[in-house]
């Protein structure tokens, strides 16, 4: 895969909602040298501003921060409880290797009662976040010199070349910076038809937080969001229950829990990838959303909003598995969006 080794990092780089401090370094430093003024807010967002020929505004969101946990409690043991930074499934954090980012960092697992020890009736019931804990190999005399109430706490996970997918931690949503970085560097010497600010999004994962911010700052005309989505195509799934297909190219988002894309976008982006021959499919999701929400409601009068969603098997867990041609497909439709907005009649 081509700058496979970008997406490594920007995948393995810590950076939980409200802690994006690693990660927005490593978005900055290699941003450095492509156009644009580059500037941070009071919350964490990274805005790239790049001026267009014409006075309208079209803003590029793609969410930095990743899921997490957050410290509450450090027993007399040493042992760490804690709370969620974003959506989990209890039963996909099992025997999870973690960093806690105390005063250094610090490998620990995630652990639980053992099934051995288990009652019939526990071993059948739901499991809870507040059943794990986490477990340093420390005292708690040690633990503490480190590590205090509010440390944050990222997932360990590499991320691996399988086959035609890359799979590891957080494609949600380093996936989508990637391909946003992408863009920004195809477009580096091209004069861009509108004012166009790239911005890398802080605290999605809590309430897409960070889009509300940037978008009351900017007050976009137009708008689009790159995230993932759910690749439901494993056994089991019903075709219904699919939303997208990872191999089958890059999505176009009708509507999610929080947002009905304007119809109008719709049209734009699946005309833009017929004409430019892009592999695309058609997204409804009917859980979660995206940036896209903020962006379409947090301006006066609105903004006309959309996205690009990147199919993504095993969501939310250290194993997300993105097909590297629907990488490519994604990049390509952004590009083109961003470089032909202009030529579409918007009017109703």
Not at 93 to 101: A, E, G, N, P, S
Not at 272 to 300: F, N, S, W
Request: glycine letters at 8%.
């Amino acid at each position: 895969m081509k700058n496979f080794k970008l997406l490594k990092k920007l995948s393995e780089t810590p950076g939980t909602s409200g802690f994006e401090n690693e990660i927005r370094k490593l978005i900055l430093s290699e941003i450095s040298n492509l156009p644009g003024e580059a500037s941070i807010d009071n919350i964490g967002n990274i805005t790239v501003f790049r001026k267009g020929k014409k006075r309208k505004k079209l803003m590029l969101a793609a969410h930095m921060d990743e899921i997490g946990f957050i410290i509450n409690n450090i027993d007399e043991n040493g042992f760490l409880r804690f709370t969620t930074l974003g959506g989990f499934d209890p039963k996909t954090i099992v025997t999870h290797r973690v960093v806690v980012h105390g005063k250094k960092n610090l490998i620990g697992v995630i652990g639980s009662k053992p099934v051995h020890l288990m009652t019939n009736e526990e071993r059948g019931k739901k499991v809870y976040i507040k059943d794990f804990f986490i477990d340093l190999g420390m005292e708690k005399e040690e633990v503490e010199k480190y590590v205090e109430i509010g440390t944050p706490v990222t997932r360990y996970g590499e991320l691996i070349e399988m086959g035609n997918f890359v799979n590891g931690k957080s494609m949600d949503n380093r996936i989508s910076v990637f391909i946003l970085i992408e863009a920004m560097r195809q477009l580096k010497n091209v004069e861009l038809p509108f004012d166009t600010y790239f911005v890398f999004t802080v605290q999605e994962e809590l309430g897409l937080r960070g889009a509300q911010t940037a978008s009351l700052q900017i007050q976009p005309d137009f708008s689009l969001a790159i995230d993932t989505t759910i690749a439901y195509d494993t056994p089991g799934a019903a075709a219904h229950q699919n939303v997208t297909k990872a191999g089958e190219g890059t999505a176009i988002k009708i509507m999610d829990a929080g947002v009905v894309a304007d119809y109008r976008i719709v049209k734009f982006m699946k005309q833009t990838a017929k004409k430019h021959k892009i592999k695309y499919q058609l997204e409804l999701l009917k859980g979660g959303g995206t940036d896209t929400a903020r962006m379409q409601q947090m301006v006066k009068g609105g903004s006309i909003a959309g996205a690009i969603s990147v199919p993504t098997r095993y969501i939310h867990s250290v194993i997300e598995s993105v097909n590297k041609s629907d990488i490519k497909e994604s990049i390509k439709l952004l590009k083109n969006c961003i470089l032909e907005i202009d030529t579409y009649n918007w009017k109703f």
